[in-house]
């Protein structure tokens, strides 16, 4: 999928052992990352989508970040998300350096402490919801009867109890994009991320996830990420960043920069 590049160099020294306590950064912070550049080559041109960007989420807080179409929202999220390695920079979540894993490591921490939601679905098309969202629990050995029980209780929080057998492709795009926030959630991720959730869904559909994720955020006491171009869920967030040559600055949640 990502390309890994190099990762050229860290900020911080890196701790021998990554369960020592005080190889935290900073003690309450679920993320920090910290001087990330990214850079993408393509032939003899270089783009810095991330120029020396730093950011530290606390646990339960809620993070919009905005930004016009090619800023780099999702090359940061998908960054946080051990999905791609920053050309240089640290991110540390729960303390750990992400930059200092083993793939297995690294696969482990992307299966248990990061659920993620994209803008398009990304169900298995021919697999029903409770089996989409039992997934992550199947792919970390949970026995099936019990990872079906408790995608079944997500699926009722998302408000799908009628839909647990259907196939993803027999659903529409609002009850898609519930199922993927029950999968996202399932395994009681440290952190969620969202990219664009409500970018491919109708306004009513829209508004109906943004408030969704908010109830859920709440009740569950998450500590969100998301990138947006929805008003709702950038005003209802505990902060809102703009990501603006490369690196994030205070932003509004109105105005033009929203498309
Ligand atoms: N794998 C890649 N290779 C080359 N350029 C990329 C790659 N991924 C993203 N980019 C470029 O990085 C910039 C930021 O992209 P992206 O993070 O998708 O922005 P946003 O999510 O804010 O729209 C864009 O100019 C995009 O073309
Ligand atoms: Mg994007």
């Known amino acids: 999928m990502m390309t890994a590049t190099e990762n050229a160099g860290t900020h911080l020294p890196r701790s021998s052992s990554s369960d020592v306590p005080g190889a935290q950064p900073a003690s309450s912070a679920v993320v920090e990352a910290i001087a990330l550049r990214k850079v993408f080559r393509s ?4 783009i810095v989508v991330l120029n020396g960007l730093s950011l530290r989420v606390s646990a339960g807080e809620r993070v919009a970040i905005v930004g016009p179409s090619g800023a780099g929202k999702s090359t940061l999220l998908h960054i946080l998300a ?3 390695t920053p050309t240089s920079g640290t991110v540390y979540c729960q303390g750990r350096d992400l930059g200092a894993l083993s793939d297995a490591e690294l696969a482990a921490f992307r299966n248990q402490q990061v659920g993620f939601v994209w803008q398009r679905h990304h169900l298995l098309a021919d697999f029903t919801a409770e089996e989409n969202v039992a997934m992550p629990l199947l792919l970390r050995g949970m026995a099936r ?3 079906l029980s408790a995608a079944r209780s997500w699926l009722r929080e998302v408000g799908l109890q009628e ?3 259907h196939r ?3 659903l529409s795009g609002g009850e898609q994009q519930r199922v993927a926030i029950a999968r996202a959630l399932v395994a009681h991720p440290a952190l969620l991320l969202a990219d664009e959730p409500t970018g491919d869904l109708d306004a009513q559909n829209a508004d109906a996830i943004a408030r969704l994720l908010e109830h859920l955020h709440h009740t569950h006491r998450l500590t969100t990420i998301l990138a947006t171009h929805n ?3 950038a005003r209802r967030s505990d902060r ?3 990501l603006e040559r490369g690196v994030l600055v ?3 949640a109105a105005g033009g920069e929203l498309g």
């Open 240 to 242: 809102v960043l703009r």
């Open 43 to 46: 032939g003899a041109s270089e």
């Open 82 to 84: 051990a999905l791609d």
């Open 168 to 170: 993803a492709a027999q």
């Open 163 to 165: 839909r647990l057998r």
């Open 145 to 147: 009867a019990e990872a």
């Open 250 to 252: 205070p932003g509004t």
């Open 231 to 233: 008003p709702v869920l």
